[in-house]
Every structure is written in structure tokens, then in C-alpha cells.
């Protein structure tokens, strides 16, 4: 398989936007106190540092969040999430990505952390935007009697005459 370093392709500044609408979707606030009043106090490479105007604390747009202590810029990131949605193995994103894999592990796991607590719980109230593609059957049940004697179980296929493995006569068919 072929390792491609798509993330020198990602535009720095969409991937940011993007990110910052998705951690903040009402937008950028204090993580400690909530106010909204700031001002830069350092210029990094891929992101800015803030200092809060009510509580004089310092953030960044990963502080409260799972990204808090990963230096990456967003286009990593979002690199990162899509490979996460997508399967992508650890160890094939390290690669590709150049980051530590067991960093990438650890971010991973808290991001599934966090999936996990808030997943939904109970019932689906309605059906409405649900969709199911397919159907299994649990292997124990696979094999229960059918219970209702006046209705029997249908026989199957290629147990019937005049099926792909046998003629009209009911013998063997020698077309193969």
C-alpha cells in the first residue's frame, strides 16, 4: 500500500475555519469563564493565542477540548478526524501525517471517549431521517422451530424439482 502526504495539499486557513466553526459553533469564548472579550497575546504559526478579557486567562481555540495539548495546525487535525471517520489504522495515519503513533493513539481514544458519552440514549421517538441498509439475524436464532404447526416453514429452493441441479424427471442435471 502507498503512504500519500495529502496533508502538504489541505489549505491551512479553510482547515481552520472549518475546525474553529466545529469546536465553536457559537463561536470562539472563554473556556473558563465564558466572556467573548479578548485579545491576542501570541501569534503561532497555526493558530493564536488569546488572553480573556474577564478572567485574564489564557486559551486557544483547542483549549476544552480534545485537541487542548496537540500542537497540530488544523489541517492535520482535519486530516486526523477523516481518517478516524474513516477507519484509517493508527499506525497507516502516523505514517502519512509524520506524528507520533502512540500520540495519535492516545487522541483517538479520547476522541471515542467523547463519542461514547454522548452517544443518545433510549428509544428513537421518531422514524423520520432514520435509515437501516441491512438486517442480521443473531446466529442462536437462526435455528429456532418454527412454532405455528397450521402454518409450515417454506421449503427451500433447490430442494424443489425442476430447480438449476435437477431436470424435469427429477434426476441430476448433466448440463455441468
Known amino acids: ?5 495529502i496533508d502538504e495539499l489541505m489549505d491551512e486557513d479553510v482547515c481552520h475555519l472549518y475546525l474553529l466553526n466545529r469546536l465553536h459553533p457559537d463561536g470562539l469564548k472563554c473556556p473558563h469563564c465564558g466572556d467573548v472579550g479578548r485579545y491576542t497575546v501570541k501569534k503561532n504559526t497555526w493558530f493564536d493565542g488569546y488572553k480573556c478579557m474577564g478572567c485574564h486567562k489564557y486559551y486557544t481555540m483547542y483549549t476544552g477540548t480534545v485537541f487542548e495539548k496537540t500542537l497540530q495546525p488544523a489541517s492535520k487535525i482535519v486530516l486526523i478526524l477523516r481518517g478516524f471517520a474513516k477507519g484509517e ?3 497507516r495515519m502516523s505514517r502519512e501525517l509524520k506524528l507520533n503513533r502512540e500520540n495519535l493513539l492516545n487522541l483517538r481514544h479520547r ?11 433510549g428509544q428513537q421517538e421518531s422514524t423520520e ?9 443473531n446466529a442462536g436464532e437462526k435455528g429456532l422451530k418454527h412454532g405455528d404447526p397450521d ?9 424443489k424439482r425442476g430447480t438449476a441441479t435437477t431436470n424435469r424427471t427429477g434426476r441430476p442435471s448433466s448440463r455441468w
Open 111 to 121: 476522541i471515542q471517549g467523547n463519542l461514547f458519552v454522548t452517544l443518545p440514549g
Open 151 to 159: 402454518d409450515p416453514p417454506r421449503r427451500r429452493a433447490n430442494k
Open 129 to 137: 431521517g432514520f435509515e437501516a441498509d441491512e438486517l442480521f439475524q
Open 89 to 91: 489504522s493508527t499506525a
Open 1 to 5: 500500500m502507498i503512504d500519500f502526504p
